[in-house]
């Protein structure tokens, strides 16, 4: 969880989706924003801020606003600094609403930046609140390579040059989509879905050994990349070992965990001439099965052991069967 979030690291982004009006001047170190949530002041200006959540970004909705309004100037300024003096990170302001005479003024005096949005207070708390979540979430990068194969994000990792990239081109020249190579940035969203996006400088290139730096775009279009995608299988990729015993029939479940969430993982060993890249595709499709309830390795698993009990019945009936 990042600790350095302040006010302007949520309007840039807020900007992006709607109109957005700074009405204070900036300052040289506003408070930390402390949670990936919001608070509505209400009674707060009152005075009544018994479990006021002052270290979260407050949003003034038409309620806020029109009790300020109906107070005259000397007990609405009293209002506005209960709620400013309590070290709030900033403020938003809903609806295009006109701010009383005195609201900037204090605002200023205790340090506090205002926007205004003509976004309802419910849609203005929606958006202030996603961008938060994704501001909070806690991320990683990885040395790995990410494709989107069949609608299914498979993470391929390994040491360096074990054919990733390799891979990714080959996978991405039978259809398939290139979300990163080489670093791969991961956020946890909501408690277990985790979602992969590449570095803004090295969006949707690819390092191919012997040929350089591909530019997946403009050699297959964009039918070849996207932006992000949920991580959902990790597709490990290691040398042949010999003195290994590798999983033949898919009962021995892998799990890998990334910022605490666990994803299964699949183990593939290289060696010459094996055909990585339908491997690949058969493992997103296994796991597109097994989402549908269809787990091949248990169904075939349990069908061996049915007909194991059967001929053991079978042999014992015609053991005794004398006539």
Partial sequence: ?????????????????????????????????????VHR??????????????????????????YLVSLDEEARRRAIRRIFDLHVPGAFVAMGLELPAGFLEEATAYNVPVARSSLPTDELDYFVRDILADLFAPRDTLHATLVDVYGVGLLFTGRSG????????DLIERGHRLVADDMVTVVRRSNDVLVGTGREHLNHLLEIRGVGIVDVMPVFGVRGIRMQKRIEVEVRLEDWDEDKEYDRHGLDREETRILDVAIPRATVPIYPGKNITVITEVIALDFMLKTYGIDTARDFNQKLIETMERSGHTARYLKHDTE
């Fill in 41 to 66: 002041p209400g009674m707060g200006l009152m005075g009544y801020v018994d479990g006021f959540q002052s270290n979260r970004l407050q949003i003034f909705g038409e309620s806020e606003i029109g």
């Fill in 1 to 37: 969880m990042s600790s350095d979030v302040r006010f302007d690291h949520v309007v840039e982004p807020l900007r992006l989706q709607t109109d957005v009006e700074i009405l204070t001047a900036s300052f040289a170190e506003p408070l930390p924003v402390a949670g990936a949530d």
């Fill in 162 to 169: 074990i054919g990733k990239s390799e891979t990714a081109l």
